[in-house]
């Protein structure tokens, strides 16, 4: 059995994400489907597209305020709920995806210029960006360092985090705290090589998608660079596919193409 943890699972790729894992139709292999599991984890309650799921076991739903103690108190259930019958390599969480993040809410936009720079818009944007994927990274970090066979953490993140791709300024918040998350995940990965050696992470970034986040932004985006959800959830799972377990952290787009830090 293959057990994948959702984070931010509310999200609109997030859904996607766990509706290709947990759905025998969309997957090729259909005696594997068949196995998976999803621990979903959300401030909010499930969407009702994923009910199907909760009804046939597949799925485990976990509402989180994100903070500290409610992450530790959920993984501490988990892992303690799991048989000691059950080998190392069955007990650990075959992959991991991280899908929090914000661009806008209905109090701020992106910051066009230096003057519309608000503390307290940063602050919002970077706890969602940031911490919060930092706090769950550094809650799993104990439980990742004994796994032996390979896991994949996937944590969303956005070309716009690219320093050296910035050409255009501007979205100072949302620029910011995706450095500072790549940052942080580029230091985790340095960390794992040496602490959790089966473990991978990818940053991964997933275009431009038909979601709430981008809503505000799409007139201007062409048809065939505004991607589905379904198609941002199958290039995410995939990623996988474009990376070696080199105890380095991957930087990388909707195409599996590498992005400059």
């Given at each position: 059995?293959?057990?994948?943890?959702?984070?931010?699972?509310?999200s609109?790729?997030?859904?996607?994400?766990?509706?290709?894992?947990?759905?025998?139709?969309?997957?090729?292999?259909?005696?594997?489907?068949?196995?998976?599991?999803?621990?979903?984890?959300?401030?909010?309650?499930?969407?009702?597209?994923?009910?199907?799921?909760?009804a046939?076991?597949?799925?485990?739903?976990?509402?989180?305020?994100?903070?500290?103690?409610?992450?530790?108190?959920?993984?501490?259930?988990?892992?303690?709920?799991?048989?000691?019958?059950?080998?190392?390599?069955?007990?650990?969480?075959?992959?991991?995806?991280?899908?929090?993040?914000?661009?806008?809410?209905?109090?701020?936009m992106?910051?066009?210029?230096?003057?519309?720079?608000?503390?307290?818009?940063?602050?919002?944007?970077?706890?969602?960006?940031?911490?919060?994927?930092?706090?769950?990274?550094?809650?799993?970090?104990?439980?990742?360092?004994?796994?032996?066979?390979?896991?994949?953490?996937?944590?969303?993140?956005?070309?716009i985090?690219?320093?050296?791709?910035?050409?255009?300024?501007?979205w100072?918040?949302?620029?910011?705290?995706?450095?500072?998350?790549?940052?942080?995940?580029?230091?985790?990965?340095?960390?794992?090589?040496?602490?959790?050696?089966?473990?991978?992470?990818?940053?991964?970034?997933?275009?431009?998608?038909?979601?709430?986040?981008?809503?505000?932004f799409?007139?201007?985006?062409?048809?065939?660079?505004?991607?589905?959800?379904?198609?941002?959830?199958?290039?995410?799972?995939?990623?996988?596919?474009?990376?070696?377990?080199?105890?380095?952290?991957?930087?990388?787009?909707?195409?599996?193409?590498?992005?400059?830090w």
């Open positions: 059995m293959r057990t994948s943890l959702v984070i931010g699972a509310s609109t790729i997030a859904q996607a994400v766990i509706a290709q894992l947990l759905n025998d139709n969309l997957n090729k292999n259909k005696a594997k489907a068949e196995l998976n599991k999803v621990i979903a984890v959300s401030r909010q309650a499930m969407p009702q597209s994923l009910a199907p799921f909760l046939n076991g597949k799925l485990t739903w976990r509402q989180s305020d994100y903070q500290q103690a409610s992450i530790q108190a959920l993984l501490t259930e988990h892992f303690a709920t799991l048989s000691v019958t059950h080998s190392k390599v069955q007990r650990q969480l075959g992959e991991i995806i991280i899908c929090n993040g914000i661009l806008h809410s209905e109090d701020f992106p910051e066009k210029k230096i003057e519309a720079f608000e503390p307290s818009a940063f602050d919002q944007v970077f706890s969602a960006n940031t911490l919060t994927p930092l706090r769950w990274l550094q809650s799993l970090m104990p439980y990742l360092e004994h796994y032996q066979a390979p896991c994949f953490v996937t944590v969303m993140s956005a070309r985090g690219s320093i050296s791709d910035n050409q255009l300024g501007g100072y918040s949302y620029r910011m705290s995706k450095a500072a998350l790549n940052m942080a995940v580029k230091c985790l990965a340095i960390e794992a090589s040496r602490r959790a050696k089966q473990v991978k992470f990818i940053l991964f970034h997933p275009g431009t998608t038909d979601t709430p986040l981008s809503k505000p799409q007139r201007n985006v062409r048809k065939d660079k505004l991607f589905t959800p379904a198609f941002v959830a199958t290039q995410l799972l995939s990623a996988k596919h474009h990376v070696e377990l080199d105890g380095q952290a991957s930087y990388l787009d909707w195409q599996h193409k590498v992005i400059p």
